[in-house]
């Protein structure tokens, strides 16, 4: 059996949201390279509008920043776990070549962006409507309602993606068992990665009384975990 | 299985893997396909443990065994810089040292009682077998640290906390070492032994020895003014002091 033999056609989104899975298991097959330049190329658009929209509200050069930062995380974790996820899999049963498991990663991530993508316009059109950031911004209700659209958009997106990289893991292991273990396992390395890369990439949304920069000078001073941690000592009272 | 497509190409799925896979080695002639190199030995102990057990098994496995070690000194040689990267300088070189020799000297200190305990639990195991399961161990165990690498490195790249980089290194080593163990109970399951609470045992005094073993060769992740400590002592009191002093 060839998978050159194998006519999946042009990946395009539709296939992708629908979650078409045993037309997108073809898609991870060697000899369709041009799958790999078509998520990274949604990747850009989709994650990229979606952080123009979320920068401007401080500024627009800000929003050319987060419009990078957004697709460059994206894509640093799932290149930055991309051997990680390739030796887990088959570890735990999903027999997946590296290319296979890197684009499985990828087409989840792609499905995420696609979404964040689409749903830009109405945060951008949230952004417009929103009054100008002030030194007190952080008290005010705007700044509270817009931080929790950004995380019920993301959220979203994100459980989209997930549960379409889930049928394509059951696809390509036919086992649901597996499918589940191997996500697991994926989503752990990720979200662990990602919330650093993420904390390193700060700020999104800026900060009026902050200048507007690519990365903090602070960006590699402490991590996630650590600030997660300080702030909880902070909150039980513990020195 | 996969039903749905039969036009694509179906990837040769592994099975559950609900250790211990007790079917006879070599079975499939997947598994009696020779290993004729390091990479081939590399991506068998990975997608094909069987294959691998099954050439531990052979006569003249030795080949197969030193080529396993290779890659395994290898890979924890590379972890060992990405845990260097944290001090820099010459942790550079002296954290993959103290990493690939540590490993060395525990297996090389806990592979008599293995061997020991086999024979006690009834196993048919030949030396070189359970070398070679060792073996084994170390290099799934190695190769899932070099997984982790990049995440590692870009956590010693945003701290200075060494308590957060020491805790982390070890949770890493801890997955990858389960990973391991996997392998070895699963090759163990096939010496006929009539039961595994050795091998349990021994797995205890493993993780033992190799958590002691990254005290008695302190610093790994930090830096010191010595190569090796001046003061003699047991891992969680050495632990609980560089918990202390990063707390305070």
Redesign the interface.
Known sequence: MNSSSATPGRLDLRTLLQGQADKLRLWTQPGHSRSIVFNVAVIFLGAGLYGAAMGWWREPLQGFYVALKFPLIILLTALGNALLNAMLAPLLGLNLSFRQSLLAILMSFTITAAILGAFSPLAAFVIWNAPAMTPDVKSTLTYGFIKLLHVAVIAFAGIAGTVRLYQLLAELGGSKAVARRVLLAWLAGNLFLGSQLTWIARPFIGAPHLPVVFLRDTALQGNFYENVFATLKQLLGVN | ??D??P???????????TYPIRAPLGESPEEREPIPNLFAATEAV??QPRRVMYHLRQPGSGRIVIAMLFVAMLCAAGYGVVVGTFSSGAQLWIAPVKIVGGLLLATLICLPSLYIFACLSGSQARLMEIVGLVTGLLL?TT??L???A??AW??S?????LA?MGTLHLVFWGIATV?GL?FLENGFAHTKARSNAGLMTWVVIFVLVVLQMTTALRPIVGTAETFLPQEKKFFLSHWGDSLKSSLD
């Open positions: 299985m996969n749905l497509n036009t694509g190409p179906i990837p040769p799925q592994l099975p559950t893997p990975l997608r799934l190769l899932l070099i997984g982790f990049p995440v870009l956590f790249q945003s701290t200075d906390s957060w990973f996997r």
